[in-house]
Structures are given as C-alpha cells and as structure tokens.
C-alpha cells in the first residue's frame, strides 16, 4: 500500500519560511521522479516544483523560482519543499507525488501517480 504523508505547513506572515516534508512508504522512491503541487480554494492544482529520481534535476515555474527550493533524501524516503519568502498568493494546499514511469519533471498533474493527502500552507 502506497502512502505519502505531508507535514510541516502552517501559517506565517509575508516574507516567512516554511519546510514541507513528504514521507513515503510502500514504494521505492529511487525508481521515481517526484514533484509538489499547490491548489489554492477555486483554482487549479498547480506544480511549484518537480525533482529528478537522483536529485539531480529540478524544475520550478516562474511564480516560485528563486524562492522555492526541492530536495529529496531517498534513503529517508522523503521528500523536502523549502519555502522562502512567502507571499500571499503562496496560500494553498500543498501536496507531493510520485511521478509515472517514464516521466520526469513535468508540471502536468496528469503525469503523477501516487499522491499525499496535503498540507496548509497560509500566509498573511
């Protein structure tokens, strides 16, 4: 059974960090490329960030770049979301997946296998 547990969201002010972690368990992540989405209340899931198997490779959209920063330790088992600089607009349900075999860094949601159950993020 494949499980993927968010933490550390909360609420900050403008300008503060937070740490997102993602436990997984019933699956190896070393096979799999991994990403985080956020959906904010009436908007679409959005990708904030997606890393390679190996950590090798990131890839971030313009709207978080520079402030976000993903990691991944698979010997953990987990995955990381360093937020920097937080903003309003930052606000949102942020979750991680495991992206299908044969895909890596993408942003399509349509690409992402497994899936955590989320974690609040808002800032004021």
């Known amino acids: 059974h494949v499980q993927l547990v968010e933490s550390g969201g909360g609420s900050v002010q403008t300008g503060g960090s937070l740490r997102l972690s993602c436990v997984a368990s019933?699956?190896?992540?070393?096979?799999?490329?991994m990403g985080w989405f956020r959906q904010a209340l009436g908007k679409d899931r959005e990708e904030v960030a997606s890393i390679s198997a190996e950590g090798g490779a990131t890839s971030y959209p313009s709207s978080v770049k520079g402030r976000f920063t993903i990691s991944r330790d698979n010997g953990k088992s987990t995955l990381y979301l360093q937020m920097n600089d937080l903003k309003p607009e930052d606000s949102a349900m942020y979750y991680c997946?495991?992206?299908?075999?044969?895909?890596?860094?993408?942003?399509?949601?349509?690409?992402?296998?497994?899936w955590g159950q989320g974690t609040q993020v808002t800032v004021s």
């Open positions: 997946a495991t992206q299908r075999q044969g895909s890596c860094l993408s942003s399509d949601s349509r690409d992402y296998r497994y």
């Open positions: 019933g699956v190896t992540i070393n096979w799999y490329c």
